[in-house]
Structure formats: C-alpha cells, structure tokens
C-alpha cells in the first residue's frame, strides 16, 4: 500500500456508500472505526446534500479490539432498522474493518431481519471506488430483480412504446444528476418510454422492475457495465455502447437507441451551438491546439473525441486512472497516435503534462491543480469532484446542451491566454502608456505610482521593493510600468521568480524580457 496525499478513487466501501446514497429505502450498515466516518463528508460538504448519506458505521474503537466486535456490528444492523426501517440494507466493511474479519454477512443473516439483506465483499487491497460502486449495484440488482418481469414484457410487447432503463447516474458522480434529464428528453422526444432510472433516484421496487424495459442504455460504463452484461444474460436486453456526450456522439447515440428501439422516428431539430460556434471567426484560433486529456475512461475517451472532432485540437496526451477501462483507452489513444498513461499516482500524470507542454489541460480537479502549478488553461471534464463541480444551475455533460457547455468551459480557459497574447501585442500602444486610467474608469489620469515604485524611481533606488527578493533598476522599473496594470503584479513576480532561481542580483531590462520569453515558452 502507498501513503499519499491525493488520490483519484477512494476505497470500495466508498463505492458502495454512492449508490446507497443515491437510491431510496437502501441503507447500508458497514463494519468501520471511528476514524471512516470521514466518507460522511463526501457527501455533505463536496455533494452539498442536505442530508447526511444513509449509512450506519459500527464505529468500533482501538480499546474494542480485544472484545466483541463482531457484536457491536449485530447491535448496529438491528439499530439501524429498527431507525429507519429501509426496504433493503446492504452490509460490509470498510478497509480496516476487513482485517479483523468478522464476516458482517454472515451476522447480518443471523439477525433475520425481515427485508432483504446483500452483503458486500469488497477487497479493499486490491479494487477502488467505481470497482465498489459497480459490484454493489450489481448484487443489489442480482438480489432484487424480479424474475418475472421479464414475462410481463414479452406478454405486452405489441400494444406499448418501446422502453428503456437508464443505468449508471450515482451520488457523487461527475454532473450525473444534470445528465440523466438531458438524456431522457432525448428519449422521450424519440418516443422511447423510460421505465427505471438507476441507482440515482430508485427503489427496490425499480430495480426489480428492470427487466421489463425493451433495452438499457448504459450512461457511465464504469459503474454501469457489469450490471448491464448481466441483464443481458438474464433478461436478453440489448444495452447502448455510445456514451452521449458531443454532437457527433448524441447523433450516434440517438441512431443508436432507434435501432434497439426498432423505430423510424426523425430526431428533429437540433438544440446545439457548438458546431457553429467551433467554426465561428473568433474560434478558429483554436484549431490545433495541443491538449491533454485524463480523467476516469468514458470521460476522458468523450472529451478526447470531441476535442479532436469537433474542435479541431490535437490530441497529445489521453489517459485514465480507470485500470479496469486501461484497454478502451489505449484503443482511443492508438486513434490519436499515441500512447495512453494508464496510472492513479498524479505525481506521474504531472510528470508527463510538463514533458508534453499542453496548451490545454481537460481532466479532474487533479489535472487543474497540475495545470495551475504549470501556468496552463484547464477545465474539468471527470471524477474526482469538488465542491465547484455540483454548480447551482444545470450543468450537463451528454447530448446537445451538454455539448454546449462543453464548448464553453473548455474555450474559455483559452481565451485568457488570448488575452495575455493582446496585452503583448498592444503593450506599447498610447492607451496603456502611463498616466493613462484604465478605460473602464473613463479617461481620468492614473492615480499615481504606489509609494513603493516611488522609492525605486530614486537614482540610488537599484533596491528591493517591499517583500522583493531582488532589486530591480530604474530602467526595468520604468520598462514594467509599460506592462498593462492588471498583467503588471504577475509581470513583476514572474521576473522577480526567475532572477531568484538563476542568482540574478539585479533586475535589469534584459532580466525583464528574459523572464518573459522563459514563461512564453
Ligand atoms: S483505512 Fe480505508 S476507510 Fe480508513 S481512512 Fe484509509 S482508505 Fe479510508
């Protein structure tokens, strides 16, 4: 096992607390000293529920360990239904917890309680989150599915609409809740009926409805897929292999879905900006622009198509910390003539961002804190989540609105850049000339220079300005001043940086310009 400050999945049983925090009437009771109860907060601060998840831990202490823990995890399982009394409860234990063994399946079944009981083995040494969250809901699934629904199909199948499920959308997951109505209006206008929304929003009742859709469409194949195959066998449904997100896949995808639905029926038009946007004047700046792409496999894999499709970049790096999706994404890279990084120590993924010298970075919080510290544009597309990426408004990923929002939260980032590119251009233009106030504030004179640049005007002035490591001369001084007002403070931290790495102990005009082609590159 490896210490580490920052990881891309958390354990199993996190997995497993998703989708029960997604479902309805599931409550799961997991085998866990005090300390786990942290993964409470993932949902309360990152996902700003309002609520805490429905989970109940057996909180055993360090002075337990020689006693009965096996009796505090019974007195837990029976106190939580008697509390809240779930249609269904899932049971297992966290990471620690695994080590003493004490078997929360077999004790759960002994409490007989009398409403289902699923118990979770999640080797926590060897699987990650996603792996957690799609084995739990595939023996819930397995436990709950009713065997005939698959008959009540078959016997109504002439006189109903065809109909489907959409499986995969959990707490916790990367704009999941925006994408399921965005995908379902897609449908509906299709005509398609959608039977069973899951895990996000269900109930043991749903999920043992799921066998009488026609098809299932399979949003996030991480936590989807399995459960998915499963179905197939069991039920015979067919289930979608396009993820929706782009215009060139919402196009596939609803071509898709009318096949498995057998119908015939015109999509209409088209709600999307992006492509016209992608070919608009102002866009065209982009085209070739080199990016980098990593995230968990059917994000990153969506967003390299699309920025190579339909923004016209170029693909230099695509990856995933996915190990369980590594060979669909080494297939999409091969696409770009690349080799894919397959790996979950961000400490590699920063490594190759720096060799590669992206000019756009899309991937988790992680990459835009790597891209941050590397000084290049970047935007989220994938898990792991923050707390900006559950934003108030809707905020989807998949099909046309989604392929909207794409197009501006990855083209903005850019156009700062394309700012700074004007401010060079025009640096020396009369309006950024000093005793010039900025136009917004209309054409009054600038107010004067700050008393600090005041003292370094001073012809015996060649010293360092207040928390300056380095002196700067009168003529670099005067040089910056030129720099437009609201690029000036970096301007000068930029250089005062480079001279500290390189023993520069003065700060010339030279040093200026230096610094500046150092950072440019
Ligand atoms: S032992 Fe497992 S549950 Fe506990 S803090 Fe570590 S990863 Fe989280």
Same mark, same amino acid.
């Given at each position: ?13 996190? !997995? ?5 925090? &997604? ?22 601060? @990152? ?8 989970? $109940? ?42 080590? @003493? ?32 969250? %799609? ?7 397995? %436990? ?18 065809? &109909? ?42 749903? @999920? ?59 999509? /209409?038009?088209?709600?999307?900006? *992006? ?12 085209? !070739? ?18 920025? &190579?499709?339909? *923004? ?49 970075? *899309? ?30 408004? $809707? ?21 700062? /850049? ?16 000093? !005793? ?21 005007? &001073? ?21 910056? #001043? ?10 000068? #931290? ?5 001279? !500290? ?6 700060? $010339? ?13």
């Amino acid at each position: 096992m490896q210490l580490t400050l920052w990881t891309y999945e958390g354990p199993p049983h996190v !997995g497993a607390m998703r989708i029960a925090a &997604s479902m309805t009437g599931v409550h799961y009771v997991l085998h866990a000293p005090q300390g786990d109860t942290y993964a409470d907060l993932l949902f309360t601060m @990152i996902e700003r529920r309002d609520s805490r998840p429905p989970v $109940t831990y057996s909180t055993f202490q360090a002075r337990d360990l020689g006693g009965d823990t096996a009796e505090l995890f019974k007195t837990a399982a029976r106190q939580a239904y008697e509390r809240f009394r779930p249609d269904v409860m899932l049971v297992g234990a966290s990471c620690t917890a695994e080590l @003493i063994q004490d078997d929360p399946g077999g004790l759960a079944r002994a409490l007989a309680l009398p409403i289902p009981v699923v118990p979770l083995e999640l080797p926590a040494y060897q699987k990650k989150e996603n792996w957690g969250a %799609a084995e739990t809901f595939l023996q819930l699934v397995r %436990a709950l599915a009713a065997p005939g629904a698959r008959a009540e199909r078959s016997a109504s199948v002439s006189s109903r609409p065809p &109909s489907c499920n959409i499986l995969g959308a959990t707490a916790l997951g990367f704009r999941n809740r925006d994408d399921v109505p965005e995908v379902r209006r897609i449908l509906e206008r299709l005509g398609i009926e959608v039977r069973v929304v899951a895990p996000l929003g269900a109930t043991a009742a749903d @999920i043992a409805r799921l066998g009488e859709a026609d098809f299932n469409v399979v949003l996030y194949p991480e936590i989807a897929q399995r459960t998915a195959d499963w179905l197939k066998r069991t039920f015979g449904q067919p289930m979608t292999t396009v993820v929706p997100i782009g215009v060139g896949a919402t196009r596939d995808f609803i071509a898709e879905v009318k096949t498995l639905a057998g119908i015939d029926k015109s999509f /209409g038009r088209e709600q999307t900006r *992006l492509p016209w946007y992608a070919r608009s004047v102002d866009s065209t700046y982009l085209t !070739g622009k080199r990016v980098f792409v990593f995230g968990d496999a059917t994000h990153a894999i969506a967003a390299a198509r699309v920025a &190579s499709r339909e *923004l016209g970049f170029e693909v230099v790096g695509l990856g995933t910390y996915s190990r369980e999706f590594a060979r669909e994404v080494r297939a999409a890279a091969a696409g770009y003539g690349i080799e894919a990084l397959i790996t979950d120590d961000y400490l590699d993924v920063e490594a190759h961002v720096a060799s590669l010298q992206p000019e756009l970075v *899309l991937g988790s919080q992680m990459e835009r804190h790597i891209a941050k510290r590397l000084g290049i544009p970047a935007a989220v597309i994938s898990a792991p989540v923050h707390v900006q990426d559950f934003p108030a408004r $809707t905020s989807p990923q998949m099909g046309f609105e989604g392929a909207n929002v794409l197009f501006d939260t990855w083209v903005h980032p850019l156009m700062m /850049g394309l700012e700074e590119h004007l401010v060079t251009m025009f640096r020396d233009d009369f309006e950024f000339g000093e !005793g010039r106030a900025p136009s917004h504030l209309g054409h009054a004179p600038a107010p004067a220079a700050p008393a600090e640049v005041q003292a370094t005007e &001073s012809p015996a002035a060649a010293a360092p300005a207040a928390g300056s490591p380095v002196p700067w001369t009168l003529d670099a001084e005067k040089e910056l #001043r030129k720099v437009p007002f609201f690029v000036r403070g970096k301007a000068r #931290r930029n250089t005062e940086a480079y001279a !500290g790495t390189r023993g520069i102990a003065l700060i $010339t005009v030279e040093t200026l310009y230096d610094a500046k082609a150092h950072f440019g590159r």
